[in-house]
T-cell receptor, first 113, second 112 residues
Framework: EPEVTQTPSHQVTQMGQEVILRCVPI?????FYWYRQILGQKVEFLVS????????KSEIFDDQFSVERPDGSNFTLKIRSTKLEDSAMYFC???????????FGPGTRLTVT | DAKTTQPTSMDCAEGRAANLPCNHS???????VYWYRQIHSQGPQYIIH???NNETNEMASLIITEDRKSSTLILPHATLRDTAVYYC?????????????FGQGTTLQVKP
């Protein structure tokens, strides 16, 4: 199974601060996804990204969120002004093709204080 | 994507087969059944998927009923490391609809 890595593993930030979460891609995987899981709740889809643009996003993915591949390598999720309710595990997932299985990273635990 | 129904929790003895059911009575002809699992706080892990034929890989077997309205994931010899939340997801296998919609899943507890 392809290995997906995410950095950092844990991020603590103050409310209102910006955070950037990173996902290291696999070279032949073209589709990227971000999901989040609030403690004790379901895994929720945030956004999918293909060919350097968003292909689909959920209602959760509002204007404070953005994604990009700034240098064609890392895939990033930026939260511009964090809120307490953004505290969650954030998982990156990749797929060689949107029709194939997705491979998830170990997640970044974001704690907003 | 069709809705799925799974039991909230199940127990299984170590070394025995774990049979996890899933109902998807509104499944469409072009929708696949996917199974993922999540071991405590880790990222979800893909297990297996199928359309209508039974499937087997190194992790598990997937049995889909002939009418495709339900399926069963079988872990043939469960170990303590198989303790996890198991998710049954139904979705179209299309490059334009890649998102996965997770439900609450079944919490499988494998006991010694």
């Amino acid at each position: 199974e392809p290995e997906v890595t995410q950095t950092p593993s844990h991020q603590v930030t103050q409310m209102g601060q910006e955070v950037i979460l990173r996902c290291v891609p696999i070279s032949n995987h073209l589709y990227f996804y971000w999901y989040r899981q609030i403690l004790g709740q379901k895994v929720e889809f945030l956004v999918s990204f293909y060919n350097n643009e968003i292909s689909e996003k959920s209602e959760i993915f509002d204007d404070q969120f953005s994604v990009e591949r700034p240098d064609g390598s890392n895939f990033t999720l930026k939260i511009r002004s964090t809120k307490l309710e953004d505290s969650a595990m954030y998982f990156c997932a990749r797929s060689p093709d949107g029709s194939y299985e997705q491979y998830f990273g170990p997640g970044t635990r974001l704690t907003v204080t | 994507d069709a809705k799925t129904t799974q039991p909230t929790s199940m127990d299984c003895a170590e070394g025995r087969a774990a049979n996890l059911p899933c109902n998807h009575s509104t499944i469409s002809g072009n929708e696949y059944v996917y199974w993922y699992r999540q071991i405590h706080s880790q990222g979800p892990q893909y297990i297996i998927h199928g359309l209508k034929n039974n499937e087997t890989n190194e992790m598990a077997s997937l049995i889909i009923t002939e009418d495709r309205k339900s399926s069963t994931l079988i872990l043939p010899h469960a170990t303590l490391r198989d303790t996890a939340v198991y998710y049954c997801i139904v979705r179209v296998r299309s490059s334009n609809t890649g998102k996965l919609i997770f439900g609450q899943g079944t919490t499988l507890q494998v006991k010694p």
